[in-house]
């Protein structure tokens, strides 16, 4: 099956500081990829959804210039967390949806975010 | 109103037993609709596609009700694995290809 990966899979940064998050389809393009937070025991939320070459869509609520994405190639994304604060804690999952048009999403493993 | 609604349970089964989950969605031009499976602290993997003419993959069959906006999942003879968090998911053409999931139903399976 289509494998997604996701670095690093686990951080613990200072507040303040920004993280970037990488999103890599490793044998498929992908199209469009997606980004979620999931807090403990709650479903996953939609953060923003990204194409490539086009600015991402983001979610009401969600705040462009301090989830900054950027969806360089048809295998690359990222999600960077910029000055980060203790409430950005969370697990950060992408997503990427073949070039094929099906709507199987692949799920990376996700980044789990400490901001001490 | 959620877009998309699951039982959340748990539900406590013993092995063996049969389970079935039911999840609705509010927005009747939804497209396709699947099937995923999360364990704690993993990401959601594929479990599998529901169609309106149902499908089965082992023991798992999932059925799909566009009159009713509902969709289901039943397992059969369930194993100590399928203990998991089950995610409904729902995409709709309209809403740019975007997929809307459940808040999910988590199922233990006990021996």
């Known amino acids: 099956g289509a494998v997604v990966s996701q670095h690093p899979s686990r951080v613990i940064c200072k507040s303040g500081t920004s993280v970037k998050i990488e999103c890599r389809s490793l044998d498929f393009q992908a199209t469009t990829m997606f980004w979620y937070r999931q807090f403990p025991k709650k479903s996953l939320m939609l953060m923003a959804t990204s194409n490539e070459g086009s600015k991402a869509t983001y979610e009401q609520g969600v705040e462009k210039d301090k989830f900054l994405i950027n969806h360089a190639s048809l295998t690359l994304s990222t999600l960077t967390v910029t000055s980060a604060h203790p409430e950005d804690s969370s697990f950060y999952i992408c997503?990427?949806?073949?070039?094929?048009?099906?709507?199987?999403?692949?799920f990376g493993p996700g980044t789990r975010l400490t901001v001490t | 109103r959620k877009e998309v609604e699951q039982d959340p349970g748990p539900f406590n089964v013993p092995e063996g037993a049969t389970v079935a989950f039911n999840c609705t969605y509010s927005?009747?031009?939804?497209?396709?609709f699947f099937w995923y499976r999360q364990d704690c602290r993993k990401e959601p993997k594929l479990l599998m596609s529901?169609?309106?003419s149902g499908n089965e993959d082992g023991r798992f069959t999932a059925q799909l009700n566009r009159a009713s906006q509902y969709i289901s999942l039943l397992i059969r003879d369930s194993k100590l694995s399928d203990s998991a968090t089950y995610l409904c998911?729902?995409?709709?053409?309209?809403?740019?290809?975007?997929?809307?999931f459940g808040d999910g139903t988590t199922l233990t399976v006990k021996p």
């Open positions: 529901v169609y309106s």
């Open positions: 998911v729902v995409n709709g053409r309209t809403n740019a290809g975007k997929s809307t």
């Open positions: 997503s990427a949806r073949a070039a094929s048009g099906s709507y199987e999403q692949y």
């Open positions: 927005n009747s031009a939804s497209q396709s």
